[in-house]
């Protein structure tokens, strides 16, 4: 679950959030989005989906200033060892949804996850 100041304020349409990160050793970035429910970010979610990233979790929560809010997850398998992306895999699909995002106004700042933050 994303962090989030307040739902009064999106980056973009039915955006509250975006976090682009890794399990180390950091070769495989998952898409984490806050998004309202009520005004879902429906083109980029179809994006998402074409470009092949799977939602792997969905679930919503109230925010502490009342505002709805909808966490999901998505990930994309590569052809590495566990399903994990390959340096040439991980340079298309980076390059992608920093596209998807940029388009939309979101810049993003791929990071990986601390051990304890990946293993919660």
């Not at 699909?93 to 995002?101: G, S």
């Given at each position: 679950m994303?962090?989030?100041?307040?739902?009064t304020v999106t980056k973009a349409p039915g955006i509250y959030d975006v976090d682009i990160a890794a399990?180390?050793?950091g070769k495989t970035f998952g898409v984490f989005m806050a998004t309202d429910?009520?005004?879902?970010?429906?083109?980029?979610?179809a994006a998402l989906?074409?470009?092949?990233?799977k939602n792997t979790y969905s679930g919503g929560y109230t925010h502490?200033?009342?505002?709805?809010?909808?966490?999901?997850?998505?990930?994309?398998?590569g052809t590495d060892l566990f399903q994990g992306w390959k340096a040439e895999e991980m340079e298309a699909?980076?390059?992608?949804?920093?596209?998807?995002?940029s388009g939309i106004?979101?810049?993003i700042t791929p990071r990986?996850?601390?051990l304890a933050e990946a293993y919660a």
């Open positions: 994303l962090f989030l100041k307040s739902t399990k180390p050793p429910p009520d005004n879902p970010p429906a083109d980029v979610l989906a074409a470009m092949g990233f502490k200033d009342r505002g709805k809010v909808l966490d999901l997850h998505f990930q994309k398998d699909n980076m390059a992608a949804i920093t596209a998807l995002f106004g979101i810049t990986v996850m601390s």
